[in-house]
């Protein structure tokens, strides 16, 4: 009994505690943290490879009723524990932290450091899309507030006062973390996703993308640029034709439900692999027809498709110029060019929704409404 009121006289000290200091600003900045994701970002499928997805009302009902009344203050309702009261502060153990409330994991021991303010700091995330930033005004100060990336817990403050490289702290609550040290198994929720990788250029990628979202089996399709000769193009880049970059899209699939031939010979029906560097009216090398292999396998299924393809009677008489090629660095374009078709309502891929509706049947599946003009 001494024991727990021992205990919970040590819980209100920090409470008070943190409130004081808070009070006394000295978190204070003029302006958000930049180059943090915001809280305007769509959930989806993490370069991690893990689902973003938020958990429903009685799912998240279900995480919290496991959490201890501190963990509930913290992460729900934006507490704070006091400097150096934290369970996880001076923890050096090789492993992962990871939300307390969903498990998605934030934090690698690798990038933890020693800050001095009393809080588990952290020079940059396990993935960028995991933990996101929240301008917060209060305290009569502007700050950005971190959140998980999936449940949208309270897990602490960012600020650009960090060590190189990236000049960051992640300041965190241990209350709001939990770890998982290096050896241990994962719990389910803080697995990744089981998923392969293809990667496709077949000229506009922003029809290309739409047509491969369409398809059941498919987790995510993401329009990029890939195969090229420069570190980080951008779209202005690309269109120059100096990059070398093809505008490609990454395929993300569950390889349970829909196989990587399948998805090859999809990508044939969508898009004309006969005109060199063009696809309709866009002409230059960034609009080639492309099939960037990921493994040897999907080498082997490459050639195995154009070959089949370049046989049957729609092809017979016309040449395939399709280039495969090992996947060489994609990255992702800019968030006006995701989803395009989808926002939009235009398309670059005359037959995309005939396409679409024929996969959807062939992979047992009703098909869905297709938002094609074209069609």
């Given at each position: 009994?001494?024991?727990?009121?021992?205990?919970?006289?040590?819980?209100?000290?920090?409470?008070?505690?943190?409130?004081?200091?808070?009070?006394?600003?000295?978190?204070?900045?003029?302006?958000?943290?930049?180059?943090?994701?915001?809280?305007?970002?769509?959930?989806?499928?993490?370069?991690?490879?893990?689902?973003?997805?938020?958990?429903?009302?009685?799912?998240?009902?279900?995480l919290l009723a496991k959490l201890t009344p501190e963990q509930i203050r913290i992460t729900q309702k934006a507490g704070t524990e006091a400097a150096f009261c934290g369970t996880l502060?001076?923890?050096?153990?090789?492993?992962i932290y990871v939300c307390v409330v969903c498990g998605l994991p934030l934090f690698d021991s690798d990038d933890k450091f020693t800050s001095g303010t009393g809080w588990p700091s952290f020079t940059k995330t396990f993935d960028p899309s995991h933990v996101v930033g929240k301008v917060d005004t209060s305290y009569g100060m502007v700050r950005t507030e971190i959140v998980c990336g999936r449940c949208g817990s309270h897990l602490g403050h960012v600020f650009e006062d960090g060590p190189p490289p990236t000049g960051m702290r992640f300041c965190l609550n241990s209350?709001?973390?939990?770890?998982?040290?290096?050896?241990?198994?994962?719990?389910?929720?803080?697995?990744?996703?089981?998923?392969?990788?293809?990667?496709?250029?077949?000229?506009?990628?922003?029809?290309?993308?739409?047509?491969?979202?369409?398809?059941?089996?498919?987790l995510s399709a993401t329009s990029g640029y890939q195969n090229?000769?420069?570190?980080?193009?951008?779209?202005?880049?690309?269109?120059?034709?100096?990059?070398?970059?093809?505008?490609?899209?990454?395929?993300?699939?569950?390889?349970?439900?829909?196989?990587?031939?399948t998805l090859v010979r999809f990508f044939f029906e969508i898009h004309d692999p006969t005109t060199l560097n063009r696809q309709g009216p866009d002409v230059g090398t960034q609009y080639r027809s492309g099939i960037y292999t990921a493994s040897p396998e999907q080498a082997r299924i490459a050639v195995k498709v154009v070959k089949d393809v370049a046989r049957s009677d729609e092809f017979k008489d016309r040449t395939i110029v399709t280039e495969i090629e090992p996947t060489g660095k994609f990255?992702?374009?800019e968030d006006y060019h995701q989803d395009y078709v989808v926002r939009t309502g235009r398309t670059c891929h005359p037959g995309i929704g005939t396409a679409v509706a024929k996969y959807q049947r062939m992979l047992d599946r009703q098909p869905e409404r297709v938002v094609s003009p074209s069609e």
């Open positions: 009994m001494r024991h727990r009121k021992t205990r919970s006289m040590i819980t209100q000290f920090c409470t008070a505690l943190a409130g004081s200091v808070l009070a006394a600003g000295c978190f204070a900045q003029d302006a958000p943290t930049r180059n943090v994701q915001m809280e305007d970002a769509k959930p989806g499928i993490s370069d991690s490879g893990y689902d973003l997805t938020p958990p429903t009302e009685e799912e998240k009902k279900e502060l001076d923890n050096k153990k090789e492993g209350e709001s973390l939990t770890f998982i040290e290096k050896g241990e198994e994962l719990p389910e929720n803080s697995k990744p996703m089981k998923a392969e990788e293809a990667f496709f250029a077949g000229g506009c990628f922003w029809g290309v993308e739409y047509g491969f979202a369409q398809l059941p089996g498919v090229g000769e420069t570190e980080d193009p951008d779209y202005r880049a690309v269109c120059s034709g100096e990059t070398g970059h093809a505008e490609s899209v990454r395929v993300r699939f569950d390889p349970d439900r829909i196989d990587y031939e990255t992702q374009a």
